[in-house]
């Protein structure tokens, strides 16, 4: 399905477009929010590379990615992605500016995404994978129902050493938070 919008309670997910790039780094470039990626900063040659692969990926004719920019209130806030893996599986992501954690934002884009995944794509579960450290967005995968399954030990490489991840998931008949 291309081109995608969602409409979420307070932000909106969008395709990419090439203008996205340099908004992009508030998030991808900015070290602060990497530290929570799977992957370091990027530069702003590695960033139009990132959405220009998005944008291609976006209108495969076998979509394998559903990788999303955010609006809030008209600017880019961060991105959304679910990844297609699998059987009716997908492994959810998101990422916000700095200047616009705590607002909700990424509880609201990964609940919409959630939502779609399951009631547009059909998908069967859902999966996070989230550094042991990142509270924020723990808290997020609870707040979307989503079940502590464990450990993944030394799961990401970035910022020149090995992560562990904590693995979540929700499937689709699992009670939806109020």
């Known amino acids: ?50 959405i220009r692969g998005a944008m291609a990926r976006a209108q495969l004719e076998s979509r394998t990615e559903y990788y999303l920019a955010i609006e809030h209130e008209g600017a880019f806030a961060g ?19 700095v ?10 884009a990964a609940r919409t995404l959630v939502e779609y ?17 990142n509270a924020a967005s723990i808290a997020v995968a609870e707040r979307l129902g989503m079940t502590y399954e464990g450990r993944i030990r030394h799961h990401v490489y970035t910022n020149g050493s090995w992560r562990d991840s904590l693995l979540y998931s929700v499937l689709r008949d699992d009670p939806v938070p109020t």
């Open 79 to 97: 991105f959304a992605r679910l990844g297609l893996n699998g059987v009716k599986a997908a492994k959810l992501g998101y990422a916000i500016r």
């Open 117 to 133: 995944g399951f009631a547009r794509l059909g998908l069967h579960r859902i999966s996070a994978a989230i550094g042991p450290d």
């Open 1 to 50: 399905m291309y081109p995608v919008t969602l409409t979420g309670r307070v932000v909106t997910l969008r395709e990419f477009q090439e203008d996205d790039a340099a908004s992009s780094l508030s998030v991808v470039g900015d070290d602060q929010v990497t530290r929570w990626l799977s992957f370091d900063s990027r530069s702003p040659a590695e960033a139009v590379t990132m």
């Open 99 to 108: 200047d616009l954690w705590g607002k909700g934002l990424a509880t609201d």
